[in-house]
């Protein structure tokens, strides 16, 4: 028995192998879920499909197109899902984009659309599936929602930028999300986890420094893997957590308990 057994995920932000979104779907498959994808653009559906050939019954694993910023294609994806199962146990939110030119410079320098684009796409989007998944979540009697974050939001991480500001709003949506949708047993949390290499991160420049920085500082001594995160998922998606909500989840080895990044 999987702690998961019989829950309908959704995973939302798989790019490719390294991505933290897919070692959460294989650490749910391995627990007993089903599961569903999403892929924002054309030019990463084959990346995803590829990877969920891998699963096993991946004959049964939906995998839809939804660009979150479109409402028309959340609207799809959700109709989809409740025609396949009725119901949604899960929704995992681990999408997170700025445009590059807003992740290195000052951060004076952030324009208002790059500012705008990041919190749109990295924080509104949590917002909005999140209302989307209510009806679903309400017919499985909850669920859990849960978002990635990064401890940027709270210290200063170089290039981190426009993206650090959508990571602040995304803790806070996951508050307020928590408070008013308990209720209806639906528990709303974030993870804040180490700096993988993700196709994501590549893109800011600090990250490189920041691994090693966790490697050296943190109070374990290295960084967080992609199977760690995944094992902390399957955690708040599962009944063990169920006392959890509105929470920032740290997964970083220990590294937001230090006083200094020097």
Request: hydrophobic letters at 45%.
């Amino acid at each position: 028995m999987g702690l998961l057994d019989g829950k309908k995920a959704l995973v939302m932000g798989v790019a490719n192998k390294r991505s933290i979104a897919w070692g959460i779907a294989t650490a749910f498959q391995r627990e007993g879920a089903d599961l569903a994808f999403n892929y924002a653009i054309d030019r990463l559906k084959s990346n995803v499909e590829e990877l969920v050939a891998t699963l096993p019954d991946h004959e049964n694993i939906p995998v839809m197109p939804c660009d979150v910023t479109k409402q028309d294609e959340i609207d799809a994806l959700y109709a989809a899902l409740e025609k396949k199962w009725g119901k949604l146990d899960i929704l995992v939110h681990c999408i997170a984009f700025a445009p590059l030119e807003e992740l290195k410079g000052a951060f004076s320098s952030v324009s208002r659309n790059g500012m705008l684009s990041a919190i749109d796409i990295s924080a509104y989007s949590l917002v909005s599936l999140t209302r989307a998944a209510i009806p679903l979540m309400e017919k499985a009697g909850g669920g859990s929602v849960m978002s990635l974050t990064f401890n940027a939001a709270e210290k200063v991480v170089p290039s981190y930028n426009a993206m650090a500001i959508a990571k602040a709003a995304l803790e806070a949506e996951t508050r307020y999300l928590a408070s008013e949708l308990g209720e209806k047993n639906i528990r709303v949390n974030t993870i804040s986890a180490g700096p993988l290499k993700t196709l994501a991160a590549s893109a800011v420049k600090g990250i490189s420094a920041a691994r090693e920085l966790w490697e050296a500082k943190s109070p374990l001594r290295r960084n967080v893997t992609q199977e760690e995160i995944g094992n902390v998922a399957v955690f708040l998606a599962s009944e063990w957590s169920r006392s959890i909500t509105g929470a920032t989840l740290f997964a970083d080895n220990g590294m937001n308990i230090m006083g200094t990044f020097e």
